[in-house]
């Protein structure tokens, strides 16, 4: 009987949220928006009032200078959330004609409400403002859309695959998209990308929300953009026009809740004004600093290179519909030719160590070959991630990928050394890792000083990126308890890696979206740039090593074999068990975490004198005892079945 209840809720549910909107309802809603659309200009300008920006500039002069046969491209690495918010603002005030911004999360923090803010602004004084966000994790009140799709007549939203015609998806309903409709609903929109007059934009990690720009007091993203100047931003705008105009792209009026909340006040005054901040004075500077010619030329311009090639690459939308196209798939069929042709190194950087089946035969194949390139892995620990069920994946596999890969795995430590002060300022260090359960804040971004240093409110704290399916989406005061990183032995503002970057043989790089992972190979739209420049590549390469140091990760290698007949008894009922698909119970796994001694110079995990200089410090370190490590135990025991969504 209570699976019956369960088939007859979710019928029910499909039933009156499933329809689409009438012709009829939909002109209403639309005649709403024409008539009380706020159609105000501040800006009677040819160039819209915009302001001065050396980054537009030096895109322009890149761009003039390029031929077909020999492109010119502007580029620069963003790896702290100051410089990467500072250049948002900076390219949206000094917008002329256009502003295109696509992106998997928006929330109505204080990153959030900033960036929204400065396009409402730009689009009242004339610049034509498109906002494409995916409707999962995105805006979630219907009330706030309603006021934004009148807050300028040269702005619009849409909405990527909103799966029951609704801008938010409450925890049935989305149960109910598992059930009747698993590919369309498992298709989400990853990319992240805004492009500016078809001349600069900037793609990578980060979405729209305080804990990707260093702006949280407990959990920060280490996370990365690139900006780019020149004929591939080009690239950029086509690929948000395929999107834009895509069917799964929905208009607000075609909404159910934001028509209806269009159609039930049809002269409701509201508009869009200046939102209030939780901390008005770090916008406030953030603001000023974007506008600061010195401060964008110290941050920022110094550390942009001049070079030619350069790709912009992204999946078709809807990708699910057409799995078999190879142009729905683009940028991962391009990211697996590069690796499967490497000779010397591959370095690889994500959130999220989880192979999709053509990855693995990619890395076994060059893990063969007479003379294997070197792999090193740049990832997450259970400390540092916020996405416990995806790291049980990789806690399971360890062996496999140091054995049959030859990878070299770096877990970051949620405290790294280089964790950026930006971050820190003003937190104090007796922040505590929230109870199991009950409500925390927000996440942020994050960096670190070894690189280049409408206003109704719903609750903020989605979860992560990674975390979507494990969170049962819909309405969430904060982060659930099951999103949230694991509980610490020790206390402070916790980082996590959220940066998806690669760096092949030293002559190319890509930054970009895609998490090398069986659901960015297969389910999620995925972006990003590939640069071929050495220059370029050896910047990119130090960054992401400089997070395999031993004072911010450790090292996962295999424990030391001290007594012969168990150690090998162990280690063989170790492999029976974790190529079981369920029941992979063995608690004594073949690969530990390990700490660099004192007095020791870090070294590979297949140098013989590894374990002299190195000591085991458990398989969770600094992971205080708690419900989190029993449910990675468990998914890691009955979960790999899922790896493909979660």
């Not at 790089?509 to 050495?534: C, L, Q, W």
Request: proline share 6%; net charge positive.
């Amino acid at each position: 009987m209570r699976h019956l209840r369960l088939f007859l809720l979710l019928a029910a549910i499909l039933a009156a949220t499933g329809c689409s909107l009438s012709t009829q309802r939909i002109r209403k809603a639309d005649a709403v928006v024409t008539l009380t659309v706020d159609r105000q200009s501040n800006c009677a300008r040819a160039d819209h009032c915009a302001q001065p920006s050396a980054l537009l500039d030096a895109a322009v002069e890149a761009d003039a200078a390029s031929t077909d046969a020999r492109p010119v491209h502007v580029a620069t690495l963003l790896e702290d959330g100051e410089t990467a918010m500072a250049a948002r603002i900076n390219l949206i005030r000094a917008a002329k004609r256009t502003i295109d911004v696509q992106t998997y999360i928006w929330e109505q923090d204080d990153a959030g409400k900033l960036v929204l803010d400065e396009l409402v602004q730009a689009a009242r004084r004339g610049v034509r403002v498109r906002i494409l966000a995916d409707q999962l994790f995105s805006f979630r009140d219907a009330g706030l859309l309603a006021g934004l799709a009148r807050a300028s007549d040269h702005m619009e939203i849409r909405l990527y695959n909103p799966t029951f015609h609704s801008a938010r998806t409450p925890p049935l309903e989305f149960a109910a998209g598992i059930i009747c409709c698993f590919f369309k609903f498992n298709q989400r929109m990853h990319n992240k990308l805004i492009v500016v007059d078809d001349l600069i934009g900037i793609t990578g990690g980060r979405n729209y929300e305080d804990r990707y720009f260093d702006w949280d007091g407990t959990f920060d993203y280490v996370d990365r953009d690139v900006m780019i100047g020149g004929p591939a931003a080009k690239a950029m705008g086509a690929s948000f026009e395929q999107f834009w105009n895509h069917k799964r792209a929905v208009r607000l009026t075609h909404l159910r809740d934001v028509n209806r909340e269009l159609v039930r006040d049809t002269d409701d005054p509201r508009h869009w004004t200046t939102p209030q901040y939780e901390n008005p004075e770090r916008v406030a500077t953030m603001v000023a600093d974007a506008e600061n010619p010195g401060w964008i030329a110290d941050r920022i311009q110094r550390d942009t290179l001049r070079l030619n090639r350069v790709e912009y690459l992204s999946d078709l939308p809807g990708k699910t519909d057409e799995p078999k196209r190879r142009e729905a798939r683009a940028l991962t069929r391009h990211i697996m030719g590069l690796v499967r042709n490497a000779r010397s190194e591959v370095i690889l950087q994500t959130p999220y160590l989880v192979m999709s089946k053509p990855a693995k035969k990619i890395f076994s194949g060059l893990h063969r070959k007479p003379v294997p390139p070197r792999v090193v892995v740049s990832t997450n620990s259970l400390a540092s991630t916020d996405a416990f069920a995806v790291y049980a994946m990789s806690y399971k596999h360890r062996k496999r990928y140091l054995t049959d890969y030859g990878f070299e795995i770096y877990e970051m430590k949620p405290r790294p050394a280089n964790g950026d002060p930006d971050a820190l300022e003003g937190q104090s260090n007796d922040v505590v890792t929230p109870p199991l359960l009950t409500g925390s804040g927000s996440g942020s971004g994050a960096s670190k000083t070894g690189r280049r240093a409408g206003n109704r409110l719903v609750p903020a704290g989605p979860p992560s990126e990674s975390t979507g399916f494990m969170a049962l989406g819909g309405r969430r005061v904060r982060q659930g308890p099951r999103t949230r990183p694991a509980p610490l032995l020790t206390q402070g503002v916790r980082f996590g890696l959220h940066a998806k970057s690669i760096v092949v043989d030293d002559t190319f790089a890509m930054v970009g979206t895609h998490n090398f992972d069986p659901r960015s190979d297969h389910y999620n739209t995925e972006s990003g740039v590939i640069v071929y420049d050495k220059r370029f590549s050896d910047r990119l390469r130090d960054s992401i090593m400089q997070d395999t140091r031993p004072e911010n990760a450790w090292v996962i290698g295999p424990r030391e074999k001290k007594i012969p007949v168990l150690s090998s008894v162990n280690e063989f009922i170790g492999d029976v068990s974790e190529r079981l698909p369920f029941f992979d119970l063995w608690p004594f796994r073949y690969a530990t975490s390990y700490e660099l001694k004192p007095g020791c110079i870090p070294m590979r995990w297949t140098d013989p004198k590894f374990f002299e200089c190195y000591e085991p410090v458990g398989d969770f370190p600094e992971v205080d005892v708690s419900l989190k490590l029993i449910y990675t135990r468990m998914i890691t025991a009955f979960g790999s079945s899922a790896s493909g969504i979660l």
